[in-house]
């Protein structure tokens, strides 16, 4: 069954919000920022911008919480606006993906552990340590009085959270799901990223050059998306399809392929199977950064163009002689395609189509 | 100068100013100042509105700013009544009734 | 829903490595709250730990979890009769719940970063091939669907629920899910800072309770689309009649005072498997022996099924294992169903009067066909998972 993407809110290095998104994909690669190391390494990086999570219309409610829940509960109360829908809190659900969950809380708390014992820690910490505390803080500050649910796996978590959230609507359980992702670039995570990947020397991912040991510049956010049985006020697409499989051409070839090509994956050359599908064809990941859950920010990416019918040009598109979109341009589009590929050979699929 | 050149009188004051200090802190109280904060002002439910993550939290920030260990038997007395309640616990407790020196504190977190 | 086949169950926790183990310590009674061994902690907290699983499989760096998870996994699936051949031809789901496993919490890693900033780099690779789902596909050899449930204490419960709705959806026609979690230094000292943990055996729903023990296992069960189980000949016993999960949205630690989400989840279970409050036999409940949960609970399940249904809690034999309570829970209450009786609720000898329902203090034989598990979970998570007997093996 067809699910309506009925809101979508975003929070990442292009900044807060869809028009911030379109911006920083009308303006394409941007250099990532710098960060030094404790041990003297430097790191590129694709940073929320400083004041990404300034929001005081919480009030009490998220005084506590850390930096990931707060991104998670400003994508995810975007979504919920921007549908401009009143959901029934109990037939309402919540599903958030993410790729290392709470890892910066976590490593607060080994340093509570370190510095005062086990016997003196932190509770706040511990409790916001938990993977599922953004889902906690997200569900009570937007009163999701029905299932929720979260999703921490470094492949495929958002198309999992997807897969939950359609078979909700399916089955009756519930009217409408936010679904959503979110990581964040802690200092440990920063350090492991440095030592188990290299940075491109000029600063820009190549997501067509489908490398065997592909460069990565890691980013942060979240997106967060209301999914419904039926289409609401300010409607954007509808998700036609949600497949986890061997990689498959679409049946019918899609008004753009998005490859989540983004560095991530330690071998990239089997992106060139969905490259020859024949659909002209873009990448995001160099706007966003590299981020194993990062298809809530590229699916972010491809609803604002279905909603506005119009095609960014692919910031990196190397000289490989493959259709792609190389212009800025309004664009007819009935449908867009994204895949990310796993290790193990296997892909994840979305297709949207237009809803007018 | 040290607690022992104060008075109880003198240190009620002084611990309840800097009880105030930490708990808005400590706790994120983003919305409100330490002076802003009542005296005998109730710390759960109406009044400060705190909750039983900040309780548990205050007997942590308690043992390592004042070194004072509140039992499981006294976590159910008026101890936690109000700012006033917990000062006068800490003055007839705590070895460092002024807490631990704020420059200390600041780099812990 | 139509109900799906429940066609085996496998279980390791300090009751035992295997299923006939832990029932024959039901049957004994045993209770096994222990000092801690398997780690150093200047906490001196009585513990569940899976003493006999590691005595037979000594302890692996950073991998207990896993495998205990394998080893429940391969009793299930031998309890399924199901092989290598079976699963290759199969579309194969596996879904699990955990939290320790999908945690970076190596604390000599992040000494070594904080005191150094640098670090050895073993325990990051170990966790990034760590996804609990995906070590156990690899570990059995099998392809398979995969997706791991960090949902704090319920994450077992809701990896069962999740793993119906892939049967229910087309998506496999056997998925393997349960929980799995092993003790460690980070929930031990945590659940103590926020004054749940306590310094004595647990007593859950127990006037004089004090707190929760933690403990360690997995428990896994394979479920199996009718249509597949009908094709090779299986009748399963036992089935997933219904499930309901709904969050309280109250808070991050404490549930919510009225337990609307377990009323909320309590309904659609038994919404779904087309049942009243009537027909069901017994409640193996969350009942962590802490004060909040087992008052609001009890309060919960008295309100939808009167004061007088059998409930208990298994939390006095096993202690709260986390991500793995909603999977050995789940296992336990389809043993109860299969061998006819229930335990006591171990731990439980003084009525709270502010509980309106009373645990089982001994052995009790079963009136019925159909059961529920309850988990609740940090954040509020509520899910109801409604096992049943099936008729002569058709649901």
Known sequence: MTAFLNGMGIVASTGRGTAALRSALQQGWRPPNTIALPDGRDLPVYPLPPDALDDKSFGRKIRRADRLARMAVLAAADALRDARIQPDPRRIGLVVASAFGSHATTFEFLDEILTYGDAEVSPTVFSHSVQNAAAAYVASVLDIQGPVMTLTQVHFAFHHALVLARQWLDSGQCDHVLVGGADELGGVMRFIWRSLLRAPADGRLRPFAFAKEPAAIPGEGSA????????GPCACARVELIRIASWVPPATPPGLHILEADGTLGDESGYAAPAASGARLAAYAPVFGSMPCGTPLQLA???????????????????SGLPLCLATAPQPLASIHLTRLHCNGSAAHIQLTHHN | MNHT???????????????????????ALEDITPEEIGDDEAIFGEGLGLDSLDGVEIVVLLQRQFGVNIKETEKGNDLFRSINTLAKYIVENSPNPLGVPAAASEDEK | MAAIGISGLGAVSSLGNTIPE??????????????????????????????????????????????????????ALADAALDRTALDAARVGICLGTTVASQLNDLAFYRSYKTTGTAPLAPVRRYLK??????????????????TVTNACSSGADAIAIGAQWIEAGLCDIVLAGGADELNRVPLSGFHALGLSSPLPCRPFDRRRSGLNLGEGAGVLIMESPAHAAARGHAPRLALCGHGTACDAHHLTAPHPEGRGLSAALERALDLAGLRPGDIAFVNAHGTGTQDNDLIEGRALAAVFGHSLPVLSTKGFTGHTLGAAGGLEAVFTGLALRERWLPPSAGFEEQDERIPITPLSERTEICGRFAISTSLAFGGNNTALLIGLTEGGAP
């Open chain 1, 224 to 231: 967060f998306f209301l999914l419904s049985a039926k289409p």
């Open chain 1, 301 to 319: 990416a491809a609803a604002l163009m279905l909603q506005e019918q119009v095609c960014f040009a692919t910031p990196v598109p190397g000289d």
């Open chain 2, 5 to 27: 050149d104060f008075s109880s009188e003198e240190l009620l004051p002084k611990v309840r100013a800097r009880l105030k200090e930490l708990l808005v802190s400590h706790l």
């Open chain 3, 22 to 75: 832990t029932l024959e310590s039901f049957r004994v009674g045993r209770t096994r709250p222990g000092r801690l061994t398997l780690f150093e902690s200047p906490l001196d907290l009585p513990v569940f730990e899976a003493a006999r699983f590691h005595a037979e499989h000594p302890y692996s760096d950073g991998h207990r979890t896993r495998e205990m998870a394998l080893h429940a996994a391969r009793e």
């Open chain 3, 130 to 147: 760590g996804n609990l789902a995906e070590a156990v596909a690899a570990g059995l050899g099998v392809r398979a669907i995969t997706a």
